[in-house]
């Protein structure tokens, strides 16, 4: 496993996937413009933008507390002498050591921002695969119309003849009938593939944020044998690039931040305060004081508070100093459980992501599979209508020698009609199939291809470099 998983560094190292050069709209192409122009993915990048500018702007809980405070204290008493007492401080308030708390709940919140990152990523990919699946939509209805049309008219010139056969008393009346039925159910079902075609190409305009398609690049190739890489290396690109796999890491690294914190919740901080004022009964004032203190602050699920001291002068005479405590008896006892429910979280954690782990290589294997299985079904699909083609000749023939109706004819054209359809089919299943192992990989339309062809010669692309 490690020898594929160095064998994929190097290929994303040396061998960058390229873009189609082909005119028109291309899958990749779709996928973008769907995430450019979705205003809610967008709000939600800015919001995203937003909460990281907070982010940055709190390192300033590392940084010194300044505040400034001013009062006018005048007293005139009716008895005694007035007072007129005037006061501005300058105060000063810097934590000095937490245990590593802040710096733990920086971290926190810098792995939120990554899931909220990665959810943002999984919201764009969800958006970019409804358009890539809008457009599949779209190219299989156009082909599949395109069939039923070119159909269509092969039934009307088979009944224009029968026509022309009824004038001259070849066939009976009834025949001329059933082949318009038949012609009538083939229009109908033609124009309901082309409302539906309609709608297809409405949304996918939606969705791309256009009022008309541009030319469509992308094309239901029947043909067309998928590339796939080897089993082993889709399980461990997938276990590196899969998305749901990144959030739960993050996850994980966020629940081993709130175990820290939890165990380190008895550790007490330490705070340096300080303040200088000047206080006088006029202007300009002509008195000045200090001080300096230290204070230690706690908090345990049984006791809680605070203890300080500080001293100081206030010249010219005298000197101040202070004691200060303060307790508060049980402030919390449920919290005592906060490190074995955190333990317990992070467990959980780690167990959803070996499941999804497990899940993640289970699907890319079956992944590889269904691509596998559906390129035989459809190899199926083409041999069986290579086979409805001769049964159409031969009915053709058949049909020369009086051995069948034209009616006969009609029927065999329809089947092969179906045997097209379901041949478009089988190959948008392959597609729909490789673009589904592509989001497991957290590839772009059209990177599984090119993933192979790295992959099956990983010192081409570097020889051209």
């Known amino acids: 496993m490690m020898r594929y998983f160095l064998l994929l560094v190097f290929v994303f190292t040396l061998t960058p996937f390229h873009a189609r050069s082909e005119p028109g709209l291309g899958f990749a192409d779709a996928a973008r413009m769907a995430v450019e122009a979705s205003s ?7 919001a995203k933008a937003l909460r990281e500018g907070a982010w940055l702007w709190g390192l300033r809980a590392f940084l010194p507390r300044l505040s400034f405070s001013a009062s006018e204290d005048d007293r005139v008493s009716a008895i005694g002498a007035d007072a007129f007492l005037k006061n501005y401080s300058l105060n000063l308030d810097q934590l000095l050591w937490d245990g590593g708390r802040l710096s733990l709940s920086r971290k926190m919140e810098r792995t939120e921002l990554n899931l909220a990152g990665n959810m943002l990523k999984q919201m764009a990919a969800d958006i970019a695969e409804a358009a890539v699946s809008a457009y599949r939509d779209v190219l299989q209805g156009r ?8 159909t269509l008219e092969s039934l009307d010139e088979q009944r224009r003849i029968l ?6 008393g070849l066939v009976r009346q009834s025949d001329l009938v059933e082949a318009d039925i038949t012609v009538a159910l083939a229009e109908l079902e033609s124009f309901s593939l082309s409302m539906d075609l309609e709608e297809a190409e409405w949304r996918l305009a939606d969705q791309l944020g256009l009022e008309n398609l541009p030319l469509l690049s992308e094309q239901i ?11 082993p290396v889709v399980q461990a690109l997938a276990e590196s690039r899969n998305q749901e796999l990144a959030s739960y890491r993050f996850s994980i ?22 303040s200088f004022g000047l206080n006088g009964r006029q202007y300009p004032l002509s ?15 049984w006791l809680s508070g605070n203890i300080g001291a500080t001293a100081g002068r206030d010249p010219p005479y005298d000197r101040n100093a202070r004691l200060q405590e303060t307790l508060v008896p049980a402030p919390d006892p449920g919290a ?43 190899v199926l699909a083409l041999e069986a209508l290579k086979l409805e083609g001769e049964k159409f000749r031969l009915a053709q023939l058949k049909l020369s020698l009086g051995e069948i109706t034209r ?14 359809a379901a041949l478009v089919e089988a190959a948008a299943a392959v597609l729909q199939a490789e673009r589904e192992l592509e989001r497991l990989l957290d590839l772009a339309p059209g990177e599984l291809s090119a993933l192979a062809d790295a992959l099956a010669d990983p010192f081409a692309e570097s020889e051209r470099i």
Request: net charge positive; with cysteine; hydrophobic share 40%.
């Open 40 to 46: 809610q993915l967008r709000n939600e990048y800015t």
């Open 163 to 168: 026509q022309q056969e009824a004038e001259l």
């Open 221 to 231: 190739d029947t043909y067309r044998q998928p590339k796939l890489p080897a089993s």
């Open 253 to 274: 690294a966020k629940r081993q931040a709130e175990l820290k914190t939890a165990s380190l919740s008895w550790i007490p901080s330490l705070r340096l305060t300080g």
């Open 287 to 301: 008195r000045y004081s200090w001080s300096v203190g230290l204070s230690i602050e706690f908090s345990l699920p």
């Open 143 to 150: 082909t599949i119309l395109e069939i039923r049309e070119k």
């Open 407 to 420: 009616l006969d004819l009609m029927e065999f054209r329809l089947n092969y009609a179906k045997r097209e």
């Open 336 to 378: 005592v459980f906060s490190v074995r429910a955190a333990e317990l979280a992070l467990t959980n954690e780690r167990e959803k992501f070996a499941a999804a782990l497990k899940e993640v290589r289970t699907a890319a294997e079956r992944g590889v599979k269904k691509c596998e299985l559906l390129d035989r079904k459809r």
